[in-house]
Structure formats: C-alpha cells, structure tokens
C-alpha cells in the first residue's frame, strides 16, 4: 500500500513545517514540501492534522484492567498485597484486558506498549500466548515481559523476611528455563511482539534470577525491564541488603545496558543517575502510580540533564486507574514545575513528545527503527485532528496536546504502514463488544464495596511491619533528592 499524507504539519523541534510525507509498505519513504508533484494509491488530506510518531507506554501490567478503582490509596508495599489477593487467574480475561490496554494505548497516540506482565501460576506460557494473541490482532507492537521473582511478597519490605513467610514455590532454575521456554516461543518481531526479561525487582529477586535474566537477554538479544526504587522502602532495603545503591549493585551484576529500561526511578542519588547515564539505560517515568502510591517525584529533571534517556509509562490501571498516555504526558510534564525553580529547565512541551516517542522507542532497544519522522524509518505515525473541540483554537498543537486535556484528538494511526485507526474508530477491534464483555465479566457487578474489599487478606499480615519500619520517626527522616 502507497499512502501519500499532504499537506501536514509536522513538529520538527520546537516548530512546525506543513510537509508531504509518503508511506510504502512498512517505511516512511519520501518527506517533501506541501504540494509536492507526489502520487499514490491512498492521498490523505493533511490540512488541520498534526502529524507525529508514535508514542510507547513504556510501562503497563495489563490485567491490572481489571482491579481498576478496586484498591484503596495505600502506599506501594500494602497496596502489592491487594493487588496480589485479587489477581485475575482467568485466561480469557488476561487476553481481554491486553485489548483493553491496545486500545487505551492506540487512542491516546501510542503505537507499542510495555506489558510487565503477570503469570497465571502453572499457566505462565499460556498467559503469555493469551497476551500475544490479543496485541497481535489489535496490530499494536508489544513487549511482553513476564514479571518473575523468586522471594517471596515480604522480601520486599525492609526487614521483610523476619516475617513468617513460606518460600517462593517456584526454583530459580525452574523460572528461568521456564523464560527461556517463552523467548524461543513467543518473541516474534516480524509480528510486533518482542520477549523481554522482566524480573520484578531487585526486592524480590535474588541475584541468581537476576544474572540468568541477563545471560538469556544477551543469547537471545532481548530487552531488560524492571522496577527499581520505586520507594523509600526499596531504597532501605537496598541498603539493607546490599550496603548501598541498588544502582550500583545492578551495574556489578551486568544488568544494566542500552537495551534496559526501569521503571518508576523516583529514589535515585545523583551517583545513581550518573551510572545510568553511562550504561545506557532508560527510566520510565511513572508520575500518575508514583502519585497515587505516595512514592515520590522521581528526579526526571536531573536525569535529562545528566543524558539519561527517559521514557513515560502509564504503569498497571490498579495504580492509575487508566490507561490514558496523554496523561501521563502532561503529568510527567508538569510536575517538576514544583521542584526546580529555574523555569529554564522545565520540560517544554515539543521536548515531552519526544521523550515519549524517541525516549519510549529508545528504551525498548527500537530507536534506530522509530520514534521519529524521518525517511527509512518506520511507518509508526499518529495523526491528530486539530479541529476536535479539545484543540481548539489551535494557538500551539503540541502545547495544546501536552497540557491541556485533548478528547477524541487521534484521527488517523499507522503501525509498519498498516491503518490500525481510521477516523478515531481502532478498525482491528471490536471495541464496542470489548467493552461489553469487560462490563460483562467485571469483579464489582453491583457488589458492595465491603464485600469487594473482603479479598483483601494478605494487608493485615504486612500492615503492621511496615508502620514500624516505614512510619517511625527515624524512618520518616529522609526525603528524595529531586
């Protein structure tokens, strides 16, 4: 298919060119001025349109879609142990849940999605086959990476395992063969669906599962992705367990590399930010989970100074509540606004859209493939109508997209060349039954919320260690850098 985009315009830094650009197969082929001497099959009329690349939500679980407003606010470590009672073991609802994310994602200007993705015990390929088949149809790139740890949930705590606690069921070596099981059988580029290794954390893996993690990334090429510092707590524990830095001890460990992102980042010290800088490894900023957990202002300012390179994730729908990416945009823009006070150094808004295009496509080991509107690169483009009522009355659209509050803005998106949104309606989902059967099958379906919250079990065996080692005073005495 020959698709031939006229008269568009098209942000090229912090200003705006009205360009043709030409789509053949999988490639954008030819950028020219507007009115070009251009044919092809397909001519689309660019005028009112902003075209940019696509965005990639650089962290998401995606059956979290189904615990959406189900717990209450809680900080990090109790709320794991909500999410944990009330995980979805259901098959069907697992591929469910990843068209829901596909479409919340494509809607809100993203073309690929990080999926940190949780197994149904004993299930683990099949859950991964459910997830495959669901972004393959939605036609939207994928990472999967399926969340391992080998400690258990109190591991996570400082102090944790004093707890009584039973080990993890699952060995290490059985994890692990078990992700390299799903590597040889899942990762597909040619279909949009990459593999990576995606251990939980350095608070509930061991250093074994870690370092196997790394050694099947580099056998097979594959991404690394991973929480880390997300809170106090975890950079407690890092200290705890390792005398120091978690940084540091991933960077011993070998973890660390151009082809690893890490989620949430918000406890880095300077000398943390300066490693990631030199290892190549991306943050995923998280700002709408960060602020609904209490976790903290992840220093993003700094790291883009320091040359990290960063992406944004809207992070799992039971610590957002959506998967809107605009948003997290505008968050993850506006944010450290409170934090530095040379406005000099605040994100402008062309800047966020690069972050999430260039930055997300970086972080996934993508960035020489796409990310941006340049000819060989690939054909991952959205296109925005800037005459919906939201990007109105179209003073800056980038401005406009990123700080205001856009509704029904994406017009047009591509994937690889192919048409995936056509006049705001995702043509490989039927979204409408989608939302049928997630209204269907929803967990509260009239049920009081005391009954809903009669899941929660495991708070009440955690609850009170982690007031002792979080909530006293020398505990409450630091405060992230920022």
């Avoid at 709320?79 to 849940?97: G, K, N, R």
């Avoid at 992705?225 to 950079?235: G, N, S, Y």
């Avoid at 973890?255 to 030199?278: G, M, P």
């Avoid at 406005?343 to 496509?361: K, Q, V």
Wanted: charged content about 20%; hydrophobic content about 40%; proline content about 5%.
């Amino acid at each position: 298919m020959n698709t031939l985009i006229q008269n568009v315009q098209v942000l090229k830094g912090d200003r705006y060119e009205t360009l043709d650009v030409q789509i053949t197969g999988s490639q954008i082929v030819v950028i020219a001025p507007s009115e070009s001497e251009l044919s092809a099959e397909l001519a689309i009329d660019g005028r009112d349109r902003l075209l940019l690349p696509g965005f990639a939500n650089g962290h998401t679980h995606s059956s979290q879609i189904w615990q959406r407003g189900l717990i209450p606010p809680l900080p990090l470590e109790l709320w794991l142990a909500d999410v944990f009672d009330t995980a979805i073991a259901d098959l069907e609802q697992h591929y469910l849940s990843a068209l829901k994310v596909a479409v919340d994602t494509l809607l809100s200007g993203g073309t690929c999605v990080v999926d940190h993705a949780y197994l149904v015990p004993g299930y683990e390929l099949e859950t991964i086959a459910a997830l495959a088949k669901a972004y393959t149809e939605a036609g939207i790139r994928a990472v999967i990476a399926p969340m391992t740890q080998d400690l258990p949930l109190v591991a996570g705590l400082p102090s944790g395992l004093s707890l009584p606690h039973t080990p993890y069921p699952k060995s290490t070596p059985d994890i692990l063969a078990m992700m390299e099981a799903i590597a040889q059988q899942f990762h597909n580029p040619e279909a949009g669906i990459y593999v990576a290794v995606g251990p939980a954390g350095f608070h509930r893996c061991s250093d074994a599962l870690l370092e196997g993690c790394r050694d099947i990334s580099d056998r097979h090429n594959l991404c690394r992705h991973t929480h880390l510092l997300e809170t106090r707590a975890q950079k407690r524990l890092a200290q705890e367990r390792y005398g120091g830095s978690a940084v540091v001890h991933l960077q011993q460990l070998g973890f660390l590399d151009h082809r690893t992102s890490l989620a949430h980042c918000v406890w880095l010290s300077d000398a943390d930010i300066k490693i990631l800088a030199e290892t190549q490894a991306t943050v995923v900023h998280n700002p709408v989970s960060n602020l609904r957990l209490g976790s903290g202002i992840a220093p993003i300012l700094k790291c883009l100074k320091a040359g990290v390179n960063v992406s944004f994730g809207c992070d799992g729908a039971a610590s957002n509540d959506a998967q809107n990416l605009l948003e997290a945009i505008k968050l993850g823009t506006m944010l450290h606004t409170v934090a530095e006070p040379d406005y000099r150094d605040w994100i402008a808004p062309h800047t966020a859209l690069e972050i999430a295009a260039l930055g997300g496509m970086k972080g996934i080991n993508l960035g020489d493939r796409a990310g941006s509107i340049t000819v060989g690169r690939a054909a991952d483009l959205v296109l925005y109508d800037l005459n919906c009522p939201s990007m109105l009355p179209q003073n800056d659209p980038a401005s406009l997209l990123v700080l205001g509050r856009p509704v029904d803005a994406v017009d047009r998106v591509w994937i690889n060349g192919k048409p995936i949104v056509e006049n705001g309606k995702v043509l490989t989902v039927d979204v409408d039954g989608l939302h049928q059967e997630l209204q269907a099958r929803g967990k509260g379906n009239g049920r009081s919320l005391g009954a809903q919250r009669s899941q929660f079990q495991t708070i009440h065996q955690v609850e009170p260690h982690y007031r002792k080692v979080m909530l006293d005073k020398d505990a409450t005495s630091e405060i992230p850098d920022s």
